[in-house]
């Protein structure tokens, strides 16, 4: 039925598969906009699927589902489902989940990115500071003159402050090491 009422709202059906097991390896093949699951409730089984596939190959997931399970339900959404809709399909609708699907999936993507984007920042920052505080105590100088050497190190060499700042912790806590 959920095939049926994909395909006469015009979208194209690239593959089916009886067992969640090769998901992840199905959707990196066929690339599809969006995955949709249509089984009775999720077991355990495709719940580790579906969270494969958020990690190596994310994707709008809508899950359809016979049974309504409130642990099932938060199980599925942690595990990467944009849409899950409980006691069937109601084929005209299928348009408005999949698009309801595809934007909560671009947001979460989005959030993702500002996550990965800060952490990463935040990261650099650490590494800054580290490298800023060894200058400090392999130089005898204070943070400004330490801040103005990493700068311009990174001006002549072209380089981003951060990778300076990693080569100098490498460099100074080897010398410490050694010493």
Known sequence: MVEEALTNEGHQVTCRLQSPASLNEMVAR?????????MDSPDRDTLDSMAVLNRE?????VFFADQHDPDTMQAALK?????????????????AII?????????????????????NQLAERKRIERAKGLLMKH????????????RKIAMDRGQRIADVAESVIDILERLEIGS
Do not use: T, W
Not at 30 to 38: E, R
Not at 139 to 150: H, V
């Open 99 to 119: 698009e309801v699907a595809i934007a909560r999936f671009d947001s979460f993507q989005s959030m993702r990115q500002e996550l990965d984007k800060a952490r």
């Open 57 to 61: 190959n994310p994707r709008p997931v």
């Open 79 to 95: 595990s990467g489902v944009s849409a899950y809709v409980v006691d069937g399909l109601v084929p005209g609708r299928v348009k």
């Open 139 to 150: 130089q005898s100088c204070d943070e400004e003159q330490a801040y103005r050497m990493l």
């Open 30 to 38: 066929h690339q599809p906009d969006v995955v949709i699951i249509d």
